[in-house]
């Protein structure tokens, strides 16, 4: 047995991203460089990485390129021994091949849920490895006809594992799945056993540890045993405010464990600012700003602005997302805001309102001829 | 040094590929089968895989499953050194996925081309693996400026591996390439200088043996060292006559060779019949043929015949392709044939001639009249 064994946990690498249509393979590169630098240093026993390797079935070449490279530094490099399983976003297929070779250096890739739950085992310590799979292929496979949810196609897993789990062994668990609530709170089953994506967190209790991935936030969910890790990066502004990191285990040899967070950092975040044009230009603002950052901006203006974009850009050059905060609009204003929806307003009125509104110019019935025929002949095309 | 090296060279797997819409991923499983087997029986000390493993640069997921199924019984089952490249139709990023894992268990995967030219050395031999690359990634590779056709990159590669190559030594090059004219057919090399795709077979000089991938007929090239594997299987009618095989080569300590082509067999055979539909329909005709072959018929029947493909596929289920022998019709009916091709003639007489010739009922005014309404709809959305 073990005296002590540490563990890194990852997942949601997402490899291949698009965010608002910019790849993010520099930001996950400069990532994965400090991951590797983070897995010499801490040496672990073993890199867990719980799902998503890929963000599409098919990425660009350049994720699978960086895949290989940082996968080869961990495991032939460093020579620590790569458990991953595939996520939802991955192809269980693609992401199999060559896995019987890998296994020779103890890089285990399971792609494909199987048959097979054999754990895999590092000094003494089992590790049972569930790739995300749909109900319907555990129902296959299991040849279990009352699989329908997520939760029933796990605990059916997990009943398969059991038949040869020795609980007096450390058994550890990684999955890719959306699991929900601690033992005690009765709201959140409630949301487990009601929407069939969502497994209960009891469903792993035979496990000393459950490595997550899915939930891109490591603070997705809070139970002593059960651990979303959380993305390599934020992917999208509604993680903004989230701290991302990689999860380090030191394990006892009763299945004791402390957990460490070890923060990651791009080069560039991705982040919110909200102000008012004149202030978010203002060098005295933006020269305390990491200004390359992705900014999704939200600016607090009310009324007519002359290109906010095109001026943004200028200096904050990697501006994602520009949003206008309606709610501080006046009446009047919000009025015309929404009018966009009323069907009786015609698109030469409304564009002759944003005309005036943008350019405070006035609208020439010159200017409003060549706009009448520009819009008549696109909606000839369209209709 | 070798007392004698028995090899096996095959190229041109193509798997996933759809030939007129079918995938011939069981067929290919089926001759890939009885190549594990030949490999199995002849026990040789490496087989060259010369490109083109799969049909294109993402592949089907069954194809990803086949090739790693096959790769895995050669090379870790049945411990035989694998040599592979990429071709023109792989994906060199994609395919390279692995390969530092692989090269463990003698399996050599070069998917693309590097500035390292040392050859995988197995018991004395070199193998130089040189995958397919365009002219213009040579061109960059090399910092080479005068690098235009495929011939100028392939002889600057070979000039880069001279620097280093013992000629007292047997040195194999894997290549995946256009390659013309055996050392003394001067209208040949006129045109391997000519097309900037081809390259001459002098190119290849300082090898004792040369396989190559590419062309798909055994007998693309006739010369005492360079050799075409051939395909797996025949992939497109063009090649119904061709024998397909793969090459066992047996060398002595000199570098001579003896070659011998061994026939891998489908399930279904491709190829072509002619004949008269009654003819073909006739039992004491077709009892003697294995129906179910994918076919490419041509009917020598002038004149209108009703659902011919319809009659034919009744006893031949995997006709791709059917044709008429234009030459064969008299000189009205090819009127009416090419007829076609002259806008002067309405598309409603056209019709009208279509109908009757296949139905040989008349084309009434009530039918030319429904007719006129579809056609005049049909060309209002299109136009």
Chains 1, 2 share one sequence.
Not at 56 to 70: H, I, M, Q, Y
Not at 201 to 207: L, M, R, T
Not at 264 to 274: A, S
Request: charged share 30%.
């Amino acid at each position: 047995m073990i005296d002590i064994m540490k563990l890194i946990h990852t997942a949601d690498w997402h490899l291949g991203k698009l965010v608002h249509g910019i790849y993010m393979t520099e930001q996950q590169r400069e990532v994965l460089r400090q991951f590797v630098q983070l897995v010499e240093r801490e040496q672990p026993d073993a890199v867990l990485i719980a799902g998503d390797l890929y963000d599409r079935s098919v990425p660009p070449t350049e994720a699978v390129e960086l895949l290989n490279e940082v996968l080869y530094q961990l495991n032939v490099e460093l020579k620590v021994p790569v458990l991953a399983i595939s996520g939802n976003h991955d192809s269980a297929e693609r992401l199999s091949f060559g896995s019987s070779w890998f296994r020779r250096s103890q890089f285990y890739l399971k792609g494909k849920l199987t048959t097979d739950f054999t754990p895999v085992r590092i000094e003494g310590v089992n590790f049972y490895l569930i790739p995300y799979s749909e109900p319907g292929i555990v129902r296959e496979l299991l040849g279990d006809d009352s699989i329908h949810t997520h939760e029933d196609a796990m605990k059916a897993i997990i009943g398969e594992i059991e038949k040869q789990l020795n609980p007096n062994e450390i058994n550890i668990l990684i999955g890719h799945a959306f699991v929900l609530g601690g033992k005690t709170t009765d709201s959140e089953r409630t949301l487990a056993v009601g929407g069939s994506g969502c497994i209960s967190a009891d469903v792993f209790s035979p496990f000393h540890y459950t490595a997550l991935g899915h939930l891109h936030s490591p603070n997705a969910l809070s139970h002593p045993t059960i651990r979303y890790s959380g993305s390599l990066l934020k992917y999208s502004f509604s993680e903004a405010n989230q701290k991302k990191s990689v999860t380090i285990i030191e394990l006892d040899d009763n299945g004791q464990f402390e957990i460490r967070e070890e923060k990651l950092t791009p080069k560039l975040d991705l982040r919110e600012l909200e102000g008012y044009l004149d202030e978010l230009l203002d060098p005295a603002f933006y020269q305390q700003q990491k200004t390359d950052d992705y900014l999704k901006i939200t600016l607090l203006d009310e009324g007519a602005l002359i290109d906010p974009i095109g001026k943004l850009r200028k200096v904050y050059p990697n501006v994602l997302h520009l949003e206008r905060k309606v709610d501080f609009l006046d009446e009047r204003r919000k009025e015309q805001y929404f009018i966009m929806k009323e069907k009786e307003v015609s698109e030469l009125e409304l564009f002759q309102r944003f005309y005036e509104q943008m350019t405070t110019r006035p609208f020439t019935d010159e200017k409003r001829s060549i706009m009448k025929t520009i819009i008549e002949s696109v909606k000839k095309e369209v209709l």
